[in-house]
Nanobody, 130 residues
Framework: QVQLVESGGGSVQAGGSLRLSCVAS????????MGWFRQAPGKEREGVAS??????????ADSVKGRFTISRDSAENTLNLNLNMNSLKPEDTAMYYC?????????????????????WGQGTQVTVSS
């Protein structure tokens, strides 16, 4: 059974930085796309950033371009995903989730649609105060 575990959330003042990490274990084969999503109370889940594993191509929501950076590395049967978040704003406050789309392609990954991602972590809270 696959497992995704996020870490690194917390509280920070506007303009600060945080780094989120996700360890996805028991992945052996696939054309992976991994992504970071966030959901604030009363709002829909938003695809913040994604990365197409085989090429390293990255995709971002307009709201975070230039401020967030997604990156990846891998070990045997494990996928490691990070999200560096700089110049944080109060509107970045949300629960952040990492997710895996096991059989993706470049175009599908670029669209960051939550319904395409089968496996999800439990989430980590990010709170940005003004």
């Amino acid at each position: 059974q696959v497992q995704l575990v996020e870490s690194g959330g917390g509280s920070v003042q506007a303009g600060g930085s945080l780094r989120l990490s996700c360890v996805a274990s028991r992945y052996t084969y696939g054309t992976y796309c991994m992504g970071w999503f966030r959901q604030a109370p009363g709002k829909e889940r938003e695809g913040v950033a994604s990365i197409y594993w085989s090429t390293g191509d990255t995709f971002y929501a307009d709201s975070v371009k230039g401020r967030f950076t997604i990156s990846r590395d891998s070990a045997e049967n494990t996928l490691n995903l990070n999200l560096n978040m700089n110049s944080l704003k109060p509107e970045d406050t949300a629960m952040y989730y990492c997710a895996v789309d096991t059989y993706s392609d470049w175009g599908r990954c670029s669209r960051r649609m939550a319904g395409n991602f089968r496996d999800w972590g439990q989430g980590t809270q990010v709170t940005v105060s003004s």
